[in-house]
């Protein structure tokens, strides 16, 4: 009878586990139960300009024509695209953007060839200026700057390398915007455990990790930016993706409080706001000077969830991207004041030569 009752319960217990669906962390993506006000934004309540776009100028009438409805269905006026490189691409590119009537504007890249010449600092700097005659309204550095680019003996080039002073130097007299992206999310370094909140990120894009032993830490990265800026305090810096300090809103607050000339932007960082919304309701209140609208990646679906938690008070509602955040968002409702220096008017003071009209006071 034992035997029996055991032999009974064994293969209840394995037939209820054989009928168990097996899903990975990855697909499981409940819906939510909870019955709360619902305000989507499928357009931004005033028009906005995006600093951190990615794109090859000259586009095909075609893809204009697709970007420029995209761009008119959100309210974007204007866009702004940081792959401008240097030279004749940054030329062609420039005036192909001028034909735009003013909706989209480039920024230059350097050219980091022969970087170990003497004289490559104002080599680097004079391209520049023939840039911005061309066209370009700033200068962009990509996060290979620092982290993985080398000069010809191996070493790391450090993001406040001094060889570079000329180019900042020049900027600073054109007053032209250094819009500089610096390391990666700060747990790219971290154990791929359960501890880590990129964990679905690091197992999809393995690619994205940095091994501690072989890469600059995180933290020497964000040093060397942050020795940069206070080097050169009269060029005019927009720290790209918060800093990386979305997290820590209050350290990347007393970088700002410090250095006058640093700005930000919170393009492929909305996660991180949309998590904390009092907090950063407040630091943007506090910073409302310094913050500038930006979005990374062109995918205009995407665009609504920025504007949801920047303008509503909406409660737990799903980010566009489960690997950057498998966590709800929650509105700043952000007041008009504070939306309008976010959407356009710091952008307007900063970046030369962008086209005013069409813009509320």
């Keep these: 009878m034992r035997w029996g009752l055991f032999s009974l319960c064994t293969f209840l217990a394995f037939a209820q586990t054989a009928n168990r669906q097996t899903i990975s962390l990855e697909e499981y993506s409940p819906k939510s139960s909870l019955v709360v006000p619902e305000n989507p934004r499928p357009r931004a309540k005033y028009p906005f300009i995006d600093v951190h776009s990615h794109h090859r100028f000259p586009m095909s009438p075609e893809a204009a024509q697709k970007v420029l409805a995209a761009m008119d269905a959100m309210n974007m006026r204007i866009l702004v695209n ?41 080599r680097a700097a004079a391209q520049l200026e023939q840039d911005v005659s061309n066209g370009a309204r700033g200068l962009k ?5 620092g982290m993985d680019l080398k000069d010809t003996k191996g070493e790391r080039i450090h993001v406040d390398d001094p060889r570079f002073d000329p180019v900042f130097e020049t900027c600073a007299r054109l007053k032209i915007p250094v819009l500089i992206h610096t390391a990666d999310p700060k747990q790219f370094w971290e154990p791929v455990d359960k501890f880590n909140e990129r964990w679905i990120e690091l197992n999809e894009i393995p690619g994205r990790r940095r091994d501690p032993s072989k890469n600059a830490s995180w933290e020497t990265l964000i040093a060397e930016q942050h020795n940069l800026f206070r080097r050169h305090k009269k060029t005019i810096f927009i720290n790209a993706h918060l800093g ?27 996660a991180e706001l949309g998590r904390q919304p009092r ?39 799903d980010y566009y991207r489960k690997r950057h955040a498998f966590w709800k968002m929650y509105g700043l409702e952000l007041p008009d004041e504070v939306l309008k220096k976010l959407y356009y008017k710091n952008a307007l003071r900063i970046i030369p030569g962008l086209d005013a009209s069409g813009f509320p006071q």
């Design 82 to 122: 940081l792959s401008g490189r240097f030279g004749g691409s940054l030329k062609q590119g420039a005036e192909w953007a001028k034909s735009t009537n003013g909706r989209m504007a480039v920024f230059a890249n350097l050219d980091f060839s022969n970087i170990d010449d003497p004289g490559y600092g104002a």
């Design 244 to 270: 990386w300090l979305g997290g820590d809103l209050a350290r990347l607050g007393r970088l700002l409080d410090e250095c006058p000339n640093v700005y930000t932007e919170i393009g492929a960082v909305l």
């Design 141 to 145: 550095f990509f996060k290979q700057f």
């Design 279 to 317: 907090n950063a309701r407040a630091w943007f209140i506090r910073y409302q000077d310094r913050v500038l609208f930006g979005k990374d990646s062109w995918r205009p679906e995407e665009y609504p969830c920025y504007f949801r938690v920047l303008e509503t008070a909406d409660e737990y509602f």
